[in-house]
Each structure stands twice: as C-alpha cells, then as structure tokens.
C-alpha cells in the first residue's frame, strides 16, 4: 500500500531550465508536505515543507505547490544547477494513529545537464 | 557539528549475529526516528521515540529489532540474529515537535552476509 507515489523515477533537464518534480498521496489525512534531496552516501536533507492550509510555499529557487483536492503536490526549482543533481524524495505527515511518522514516495533521480 | 551522527557508518556482519547502531540527535531536539531504507525505495518508518519514551513502532519492526533512547538523549538500535533481508541503509532523525522537519543522519548501511 504505497500512500505516497512518485511516478517519475528519473528526471533530465537542462541547466538553467526549471525541473518540476511530481508526488501523489492518497490518504486523505495527511496535512503536512515535504520535500528532501538526497546525495549518494548521505542521509536525506529537509529542503522545503508545505501544511495543508497552505497551497505554495517559495524558498529561494523551490517552490512547493500543494493541490489538496487532486491530492498533488509538485516542487519547482529554477533556475536548475548543476548541484541539484540528486535524488528528491517527498513525504507526508499527519495525525494518523497519533504518530507523526514521514511516509516517503520512492523518489525521483533529477539530473542537471549542464 | 551540531547535526545527527551515527555509528557506525557501515557494518558488516554475517547471518546470525548481533549488530547494535548509535544515533545522536541534534541535542534539542526531544523526538527520535529510526527509518530503514532499501535500494529504490524511500525511507520507510521503523520507530519513533519522544524523549526516553517509544511511542510507536512499525508492523517492520519484527521481535529481533529493539531500539531503546535512555534518558533521552542517544539511542540505539539492536538486530539479533540478524538476516540478509535485514541488509539496508538504517537512517536516524531527530526533530523539535511532530510538524517541524526532521533532519536525518548519514545513515548505517548494514550488509548481512
């Protein structure tokens, strides 16, 4: 039962341009989104989070917009550089029986082409 | 360095024995997350604790695993009798409340022979 889902394994686009990567929840309880990067032999690293009340969320390059009723949420970077090679996991949270656990997508494998 | 550590960075053991891991989250931070992850996959949820105590544990968390964070500050993690499907990355996170981000360590990266 994958409650978080992230269609696109891997990712190519051009330095300069803007990547947008995808996430689908299907549990309907969570209320709090986020989004981390991830390099080889590392552990992951919190780059944005959204909470259900919100529908956009800018920090910098990311932004993370959340799209309850389509239960969707999508993280833009722009402009893409090379150092955003990695790979993106996004995960949920919630009041779900009382715990306050990430559930995480399977990731997305994004590559900057210079 | 005021973030997650964890020790060691990689074991290796072979089927049947004993390997505990350390997390030391950063020190304000009152809850504590184990999470193991597979080639492919994300991290999945192992257990969580909120100052000493551990409030939940996944369906993953079969009777070889124990975990255990006295007096609140470190803790560890246990497999006994340990398999190869046991092989994985063991990621530890900490963080200051239930909606604030939770910052993860480099991870165990345990290798069952």
């Known amino acids: 039962d994958q409650q978080v889902k992230q269609n696109s394994p891997s990712l190519s686009v051009q330095e300069g341009r803007i990547s947008i990567l995808n996430c689908d929840y299907t549990n309907s309880m969570f209320d709090y989104f986020l989004w981390y990067k991830k390099y080889p032999a590392e552990g992951p690293t919190f780059l944005i989070s959204i909470s259900s009340i919100k529908d956009k969320n800018e920090d910098g390059r990311f932004t993370v917009f959340l799209n309850k009723s389509a239960k969707h949420l999508s993280l833009h970077i722009v402009p893409s550089q090379p150092g955003d090679s990695a790979v993106y996991f996004c995960a949920a949270s919630g009041e779900i029986q009382g715990a306050q656990k990430l559930v995480f997508g399977q990731g997305t494998r994004l590559t900057i082409n210079p | 360095d005021t973030g997650v550590s964890q020790d060691p960075r990689h074991k290796i053991t072979k089927r049947g024995q004993n390997v505990t891991f350390r997390c030391d989250p950063i020190?304000?931070?009152?809850?504590l997350y184990w999470y193991r992850q597979t080639l492919g996959q994300g991290p999945e949820f192992l257990t969580y604790?909120?100052?000493?105590?551990?409030?939940?544990k996944s369906r993953l968390l079969s009777d070889r695993f124990s975990a255990e964070r006295p007096k609140g500050s470190f803790s560890t993690l246990e497999i006994q009798r340990t398999e190869q499907g046991d092989s994985a990355m063991y990621l530890c996170?900490?963080?200051?409340?239930?909606?604030?981000?939770?910052?993860f360590g480099p991870g165990t990266r345990l290798t069952v022979l």
């Open positions: 020190s304000e931070h009152n809850r």
């Open positions: 604790f909120q100052n000493e105590a551990q409030l939940e």
């Open positions: 996170a900490s963080s200051l409340g239930p909606y604030n981000e939770q910052f």
